[in-house]
DNA sequence: TTATAAACGAGACGGTACGTCGAGTCTTAAC
DNA sequence: GTTAAGACTCGACGTACCGTCTCGTTTATAA
């Protein structure tokens, strides 16, 4: 995990001379279950921290030691849930993308994401640690599986190497960010904004418009 | 415009016998400026109806009167803003691509577009009748974009003309779908997620990638 | 009746000069009718100006171009019922002040009364045109009662006559406000206040004293 | 005092093992003078809640977590006032009772009593629980000075002492709520609804109607 | 017969207060 | 120094009535 306390026990390391009863360490568990169960419920507008400290069994000050407000409290809650997608192999760079699309669009239909996720968006504009913390959390976490599908294609000599120097390094970092955005863009875009469903057939043209684009991008770029 | 009023007047036709006092005109205006100058203030968050009634000098009654709450308020603030988007013609596909890219990137950097457009589709999300208002008011108005794009890039024979019957007719509609979730999906991805700025040089990067992905997708669709 | 309508018809006589559509007099009643009704039901805490116009089936223009609000209406609704009181010749002073106190009595115990009665006092003690029109209309109205009974009694013998003179008449005129005050404030205490029933037992108890006060009273004053 | 608070604290007994924030004892006494003065410049129809609130310098819920509403606050602020009450010895049950007549007709003239007594009477009639509050925290209380004025006149030999048993008893109580009613209903009634006012002339021949009425009162009953 | 003028119904309007809810802080006693 | 409990301040909520207004319509007399 990442980053949950907020409180003074954050800075001095835990290692020392701390005095006092120490933090419950199942509460914090507690407390993001409960946050996950609760955007289920009631989704992201009607969710509030009493409800959250009840559900957990836990007093509102708890919440209040460890997460600065209902933003962070929820991205962290929603945050782990990311970790999970990976990238199996399956052979070919089609059918991997095809398979992390379908992971991704299987993460965004759970109820809890989809109503969590947009809102720490909309709530970033206008917070910027929040968009901060955002990046750091999810979207560089998961540029890694952009990262690994391109070099496994590599690899199997799907896509050609990465130019060598700094400026190859550079290129290939905009061609990771490029990818990203459009992938994860269009999913979302699809699920979410669009409303309709991202099922096997989406995906498969999605992923002949991506591979195709891709030839164009590596004979310029 | 489009749909403001929910109140009982919407439903009885305003041709004939209605009684009463009429709706001031006016105030739908006011409103809509006061929502969106709320918006840039202060944000979606921190939006309330009260400081909207304030602004336009109008009773807080009269708001509810006429939306049913902050959501479809601020979406028909919003919504209209989209219409101002067009697809000025350029000479080619690829430059009408990265002028509208462009322009719809300047659109979502305006503080009342980006707030409000994420955190209306997250509470969609547990809204059945605003996830709808948000299809007919803003992204099924502007597929008309893409429909326009394409037409045009089939009469200077960039692409393909669609094929015959009613089997064309729905893969020309799929293709629609598809590019515009692309589309759309990668900008706002690219502007509020990752956060990075969509300038000349990342639209032509993207605009190249989808260009070619269109060419891989016409040879099979 | 008395004085309902408060606009500017009520200057101008209604005996000529005047043009347009005239005042519905059905609707008046409808009113009045309406508001006892509400008053039943809800009380006057409940009661709304609304409410009451819906009940007559008019408009709520009308009820305001007739009574300045709610307190001058429901007076007027309630005030006409305090004349139905009468003083019946029972043949004794006795026997007839005991009749006008279960009178008086039951006439409190109406819902319509004893909600109304106390709300508008309470009014006037920070409205003194609506104390004005509450001594007009309802307290000088019923010394009516207390003036026949005392008379009555005169003639019978119970009671010396009046003292002659300027004189005299003053302090008549003295006895009769403090005999109001004093049977009207018990029994409104009694039914209202202490919330104890006003019946045949307690109105002979009542009788028995008041009327041995009298005594003392005459041979005094 | 009696009985300001009304939320759950009220009901478990304060005695042990309660946990939480206590109730600031501060609040309350701010809440009730605001209470007053917005009673003495207001009036009951024209005071609120938040009003009172704000003057108290306490938040609004603060007001609602203790006291149920406007009728009940309005009550516990006013019935203090009862309590100052009291009947000094002034050697003859004429001057004693003059006396708490005159005491009674100037806590009447206090703007807050006046105007919130009848109000929320009249509230009573139409609120069962409400209606008991006042016979606790009013009526009651204050039938305590008929029962001492006649103990002392009974010392005296001004009366005639109680009849033995439980008879007696009864007899004895039903007296004292009659005079009380006698009382407190004629200078309420002179006062509010006469809207004269209850000088020492009056209070003089009130008091001689009275006194008669007693003696022929206590021949009888 | 036609004007004129007021009453009328309907309902929108600007206000004010309501009573509730949630956020985030603070104060207790217990651990 | 953390914990649970719950009182606290603050501010927004959405609703209900207020009393006024603006319409179109109706119903009388007066010209």
Redesign the interface.
Known sequence: MQCSPTGPRKGRARLTGRTGRPRSAAADAAILDATRAALVE?????LTMGDVAARAKVAKTTLYRRWAGKNELVLDAVAVLFDELELPDRGSLKDDIEGVVLQFAALLAR?ET??A???V???S??DDAL?TR??EAV?ERQKRLVVQGRQRAQRRGELPPDGGGPEGAAAAA?SV??I???I???????A?????PVDAA?AA??T??????????ET??
Do not use: C, N, Q, Y
């Not at 009631?42 to 009607?46: D, Q, Y």
């Not at 994860?184 to 699809?190: D, E, F, L, S, Y």
């Open positions: 009631l989704g992201w507008g009607k109820p989809k109503t996720l947009m809102a968006v909309a709530e504009t206008t968009r955002i990046r979207v905009r960010d490029l990203f955005d459009v994860a863009g269009a999913v979302v875009h699809r979410l904004v669009s409303g309709e989406w043209r999605f002949t418009l991506l591979l195709a684009g891709l030839g164009g991008l310029r770029d």
